[in-house]
């Protein structure tokens, strides 16, 4: 891109908001996007010298003393290599519950950049969960390291993980349009969703296997719709199993209507950010 | 003839403000919902039918008091807000606008910041490290542009907005009161920069109470009162009226 060619052109009368057009933003400021994943990622690590082995470290902690906790304290029975058992749903959780918490204070940091410049609104949260995908990422790889060191078999299955990452982080977009959205109208919106996720985290089997839940309680469960979509990243680590078909196609219809109604209240939001920033 | 850069044609806005202060808790709304009693909103009007056109390499000063609609203006010129009524065209890029606050990243360095800086308008990493020196020589940070932003003083801080603003080859720059902070040799350096720039055509929005850089600057100055255009014309005589109302009370 040189210097003094085509015009970008503001003209008030014609930029009514179309979700085109944001779309369209969004890719011709990718650039920027990137700077923003970049960002986020150097201003976590920065002050920690270890850097980016953090994202490593941080589920090597945990699974130690998790496994001092749980295979020496509070015993489930008849669930083998539990480090590998909690750590394959809960990576995937985390990063569903960092990312969507991350949107919410994103939007407003970025409140000042908001009024200097016209950036296309949405690309905050996008940048949030691309830069928490990463993070996932990167978190696979001590918890391969630990599966391998404790004799857990990696099986083929782990291959499907792709496409369940994808179906997990495009349920997390949708929910971090809408919790960011309403996180700049309401000041409880935050805290609201930060005492709400404690609850979400025992309603989902995370942490205890889903066999050891009550009968009467069980629906609870069931009908949490976190549980099936994060048995999508767990299944084919830990049980080496693929999961069945409907429960993908159900959990990537909810990762779809997630993301329509989170764009749509965003947008419908947005037009007045500027005056609650 | 050609078209002007910035026009604003019958421009008004106004902001929606909670009779009660701000909207601020989702409980209170839903409590309100339910009892179906509506928020009371108060409109305040940010600009009431505002029209004026800015040629390229022209300086428009914006003068007036506090909340007379100068910072609106520069927003909808930005493309930022959209006005709830008139029409407002621009027609080139438009730099981010340089204020007191500046957004810039706390933790990362100024060289991280101005990569990132540069990303706000399409420019590349590498178009960004292509004019690193000039910008890191004109702000005079050689020695710290790889310190983290906090440990920078206001001054540094704002030599470096004004420097990367002015690199980024844009045909638009507002300027919202930058000019008053630095020292004067360093506004003096601006000043000859702004001036530059008008030589080659760049077109420049220019708020500020400091009335003598007003003076410098401007080829055309409008005096905002509450929304409303009260003056408007060749900037001595703008600002001569601005005096006159202001020592007549």
């Known amino acids: 891109m040189s210097t003094m060619e085509t015009p970008v052109?503001?003209?008030?009368?014609?930029?009514?908001?179309?979700?085109?057009?944001?779309?369209?933003?969004?890719?011709?400021?990718?650039?920027?996007?990137?700077?923003?994943?970049?960002?986020d990622l150097t201003v976590r690590y920065k002050r920690s010298i270890i850097g980016f082995f953090w994202t490593m470290l941080n589920p090597l902690v945990l699974m130690i003393v998790l496994t001092i906790v749980f295979a020496n304290i509070f015993r489930f029975e008849g669930v083998s290599h539990y480090e590998i058992y909690f750590l394959s749903g809960y990576l995937p959780y985390a990063f569903f519950i960092q990312s969507t918490t991350q949107s919410m204070t994103s939007l407003s940091w970025n409140g000042a950049l908001m009024k200097r410049v016209r950036v296309p609104k949405t690309i905050f949260a996008i940048s949030t969960v691309m830069s928490g995908f990463v993070n996932l990422c990167l978190a696979y790889i001590p918890l391969f390291a630990i599966m391998i060191v404790r004799g857990a078999p990696?099986?083929?299955?782990?291959?499907?993980?792709?496409?369940?990452f994808v179906i997990i982080a495009t349920f997390t977009l949708g929910v971090s349009f809408l919790l960011s959205a309403l996180a700049v109208y309401f000041d409880d919106v935050a805290q609201m969703y930060q005492a709400g996720s404690i609850a979400l985290?025992?309603?989902?089997?995370?942490?205890?296997?889903?066999?050891?839940?009550?009968y009467e309680y069980i629906w609870l469960i069931r009908i949490n719709p976190l549980t099936q979509i994060f048995k999508l990243a767990r299944d084919p680590v830990y049980n080496g199993a693929l999961p069945q078909i409907h429960i993908v196609v159900g959990s990537a219809l909810l990762a779809i209507v997630s993301?329509?109604?989170?764009?749509?209240?965003?947008?419908?939001?947005?037009?007045?950010?500027?005056e609650h920033l | 003839m050609k078209e002007p850069t910035i026009e604003f044609r019958e421009v008004s806005h106004d902001f929606r403000v909670y009779s009660e202060g701000?909207?601020?808790?989702?409980?209170?709304?839903?409590?309100?919902?339910?009892?179906?009693?509506?928020?009371?909103?108060?409109?305040?009007?940010?600009?009431?039918?505002?029209?004026?056109?800015?040629?390229?390499?022209q300086a428009l000063g914006l003068i007036g008091h506090n909340g007379a609609g100068k910072s609106s203006l520069l927003r909808i010129a930005a493309g930022i807000i959209q006005p709830r009524a008139g029409t407002a065209v621009v027609r080139g890029l438009v730099a981010p606008i340089l204020e007191l606050g500046f957004g810039f990243e706390q933790e990362l360095t100024g060289r991280e910041n101005i990569v990132f800086n540069g990303a706000l308008l399409g420019r590349s990493r590498q178009e960004m490290n292509e004019r690193m020196e000039e910008i890191v020589s004109f702000a005079e940070l050689s020695n710290f542009i790889d310190q983290p932003i906090r440990t920078y003083s206001t001054g540094m801080?704002?030599?470096?907005?004004?420097?990367?603003?002015?690199?980024?080859?844009?045909?638009?720059?507002?300027?919202?009161?930058?000019?008053?902070?630095g020292d004067e040799r360093f506004q003096?350096?601006?000043?000859?920069?702004?001036?530059?720039?008008?030589?080659?055509?760049?077109?420049?929005?220019?708020?500020s109470h400091a009335l003598p850089s007003v003076e410098m600057l401007c080829d055309k100055v409008i005096w905002l009162q509450e929304g409303r255009v009260q003056c408007e014309g060749e900037t001595k005589h703008v600002i001569d009226e601005y005096h006159r109302s202001m020592s007549t009370g």
């Open chain 1, 9 to 39: 052109l503001i003209n008030s009368a014609t930029t009514k908001f179309s979700s085109r057009r944001e779309i369209r933003a969004v890719i011709e400021n990718a650039n920027l996007l990137l700077n923003l994943v970049r960002r």
């Open chain 1, 154 to 164: 990696i099986r083929p299955t782990v291959l499907f993980l792709p496409v369940a």
């Open chain 1, 201 to 214: 985290f025992y309603m989902t089997p995370v942490i205890y296997p889903i066999d050891i839940v009550p």
């Open chain 1, 259 to 274: 993301l329509a109604v989170g764009w749509f209240v965003f947008n419908r939001l947005s037009r007045g950010f500027y």
């Open chain 2, 22 to 57: 701000r909207m601020a808790s989702l409980k209170e709304w839903l409590i309100r919902r339910i009892k179906r009693r509506k928020a009371e909103l108060r409109r305040v009007v940010a600009l009431d039918n505002v029209s004026f056109e800015v040629g390229q390499g």
């Open chain 2, 157 to 181: 801080v704002s030599r470096l907005a004004f420097s990367i603003a002015t690199a980024v080859d844009a045909q638009i720059l507002l300027l919202d009161e930058v000019l008053s902070v």
């Open chain 2, 188 to 207: 003096r350096k601006c000043a000859e920069r702004i001036d530059h720039f008008r030589n080659n055509g760049v077109t420049i929005l220019f708020v």
